[in-house]
């Protein structure tokens, strides 16, 4: 909290973004991969997400700032201040998108820094260190199923063997198209960013949740990032004529599959109405066999998520759910399988930061919410090497990954203002 | 009952069918469509269908049977007895199957009526009345979704409006291929039988369910053909992002979706053990949108199958499911709109020929139970214009439409002797 006693260079207030020239371009983005009802599709290293990377790199030396891109295609624009020696601010997100997805998810967070950051170079605001404006690669798991690519290899956390088998619906490697811009296993460290060079991370990000929107607030200042334990639970029973196959002898997968499908909701509403540690817990996806009218399922596979922002809650949790399916299937005499996925730990945001911004929003008068992130973002990758921050602004009706996804203009103009103001108070912040 | 008192004619246990025989024309049968795992694929009206009808005709010409083919490729092989103008006593099935089916759903009822009448006119046995073998063409509902098409128009069932829906997967309109037969609106009635014509009918066919198996009893006798009610429980709720979206804030249309189905085999067991008429409930299929594991499911689309052998009983049951999913929407504020898919009524088969069935096995020595049919059969139609029975064999495992589909050889013949001894009886019973 050394910012926060000391004296801080000028106070900004005065000093305001640019919101025509931030919503035109964040526009000119979104017109990239726009397909039906306004959805946008910017897979990454497809030829969409290729130009959307160009056209930030065109805006970035309209503004003169120093490019870099690194060999991955991260690209950091830099504006150096008074010491250029001196570890960088960074603020920034990712460009690429899911499948039919929306405007604002990512392209907010570069463009609302890239924003800020030139409404402090024309002001020729003066500051102890160098600024960086950063579009991560590959945010989005849709394509190879491996999220916040650009940011795990700046942060040194790729491990080689998620990358083995990272291959997109139509075959394509994920490892190849690293080959092809000079990427292998034996470089991969080339690609992380030597901690020391950096000050803080700044991420502004739409919230894609409703806790904004329902309690009425503009901005929602996050303190941790909530992971997510994933793993498939399959239901095998016995297939049999729908008409034929009286009650009491039948296997059914489904049924089972719908007690456990309830359990979950049940146990996850309990734990977080008890517990600190707010807990979600979903079935997205299942598969059923044979899948038709008249037969009983035989065979079911659950897609279970389960996240929190305690490690320890959401592994008791998710235990609890392994073991009421094998009861349930041990009292219908079927059998269940566990297959894990991915299990991963709750990422803590720095707290000095956090206060930094309640401080900033407090002093603005900015209606603002303390909250955990329910989704991942690049910050998680880069809270690991460096002091990290994410503010969120409302989504519509908390749809995000969808044509519908909707940030308010003005919202994603203020949570640019904010993270405008906190650049520039972390930039002359002698910490 | 008029046949038990009376004198019967001779007494035929000494007949026996030729069981290498009916067993070469049944595995003759099955080589046709022959797939993948031993599967079985003979959609109605496919080229391996219509070869299998081929193979048959030849199989009645051998026997020196009178063929007739109807328009629509009934086939119909007579024996006609000492007074050929009385009327005759049917015995038959199908030959088409589900897509990858097995070997013995409807050709045993076919092939196995062929080798009694064979039997019968081989050893001369003198005979009141005809007797004759029919194939019945599109029983199973794969292709059009329209099942027992054939017997269907023989017993001039057939509603015109069913017809003009009934399209396959390719967009083959069942109707054109009816006009290309010569089958149109106006003539379906053509294609009816004069029930005058016919004395009884009889259909051989696997239990393609556990009971006979689980019981260890050779034979089952049908008291009625249970009937389905089919509708689908459409829950429309909210899709959102499995992470960020609080358990309390949810519209998950999955979880009201679960309820839904361990309410249907909760309300199907209690009424299976209080009421006389078995009832059995299933939910087969879903739809899941957006189906990933990421997203809370915004609408899930339910398929469900309601039988009984009464009507009142599935009436019961199925409206309590529909105000139950009413109830569970209305709770997690979130819709339901119920699209009914088909209904129809059970169908009770004759009982004096259930009693002369009973009768032949006790002679025999035979262990039957008596017992509903779960799944639809011709004999549903054609119990509306003659009096129908059924004689099951045993599916190993309950299992049918499915390439493991299997019943023992000694099964297949005992069923073909005791539908012998059944036509012998009822075609020199006076009534």
Request: charged letters at 20%.
């Given at each position: 909290m050394a910012f926060m006693a000391k004296a801080l260079f000028?106070?900004?207030?005065?000093l305001a973004i640019n919101k025509r020239r931030l919503l035109r371009d964040l526009n000119a983005i979104s017109r990239i991969g726009i397909g039906d009802h306004g959805s946008v599709t910017r897979l990454v290293f497809s030829i969409k997400e290729l130009r959307s990377r160009q056209l930030l790199i065109h805006l970035m030396r309209q503004a003169g700032l120093k490019i870099h891109v690194d060999r991955i295609g991260n690209i950091f624009a830099r504006w150096n201040g008074h010491n250029p020696k001196a570890p960088a601010v960074l603020a920034g997100s990712h460009l690429d998108t899911v499948v039919?997805?929306?405007?604002?998810?990512?392209p907010v967070g570069v463009i609302g820094a890239l924003e800020a950051l030139r409404t402090l170079k024309e002001n020729k605001v003066p500051l102890r260190c160098p600024v960086e404006v950063v579009c991560f690669v590959g945010?989005?798991?849709?394509?190879?199923?491996?999220?916040?690519l650009g940011s795990s290899l700046v942060a040194g956390e790729v491990q080689i063997e998620d990358l083995t088998h990272a291959v997109d619906a139509?075959?394509?490697k994920l490892e190849d198209i690293l080959a092809s811009m000079g990427i292998y296993r034996d470089n991969l460290?080339?690609?992380?960013?030597?901690?020391?060079?950096?000050k803080a991370y700044l991420e502004l990000h739409?919230?894609?949740?409703?806790i904004l929107e329902t309690k009425g607030k503009k901005i929602g200042l996050v303190t941790s990032i909530a992971a997510p334990t994933r793993f498939k639970a399959v239901f095998t029973g016995q297939a049999d004529h729908s008409g034929t196959t009286p009650m009491e002898m039948r296997k059914d997968a489904l049924v089972a599959a719908a007690k456990l499908i309830t359990y979950i909701e049940e146990v996850c509403r309990e734990f977080s109405a008890v517990e600190k540690g707010r807990i979600v817990g979903t079935v997205g996806a299942m598969k059923i066999e044979?899948?038709?009218?008249n037969a009983v399922p035989g065979k079911v596979e659950l897609s279970i998520d389960i996240r929190s922002i305690t490690a320890e809650a959401k592994d008791r949790v998710a235990s609890q759910v392994k073991d009421r399916a094998a009861e349930i299937a041990r009292a219908r005499d079927i059998d269940v399988e566990i297959l894990p996925i991915r299990e991963e730990l709750p990422v803590p945001l720095n707290e000095e930061l956090l206060l930094l911004t309640k401080h900033i929003c407090d002093q603005n008068g900015i209606a603002y919410e303390v909250m955990p992130s329910g989704a991942g973002h690049d910050a998680m990758q880069m809270a690991k090497i460096t002091r990290a921050a994410m503010i969120f602004v409302p989504s519509k009706r908390g749809i995000?990954?969808?044509?519908?996804?909707w940030t308010e203009p003005e919202d994603i103009c203020l949570g640019s203002q904010v993270l405008l103001e906190t650049m520039i108070r972390l930039a002359n912040d002698e910490g």
């Open positions: 000028p106070v900004t207030s005065e039919q997805g929306g405007k604002f998810d990512g945010e989005e798991s849709s394509r190879f199923g491996y999220s916040t139509h075959g394509t460290a080339s690609l992380t960013r030597d901690p020391s060079t950096i739409i919230e894609q949740g409703p044979p899948g038709v009218m995000s990954h969808n044509p519908s996804e």
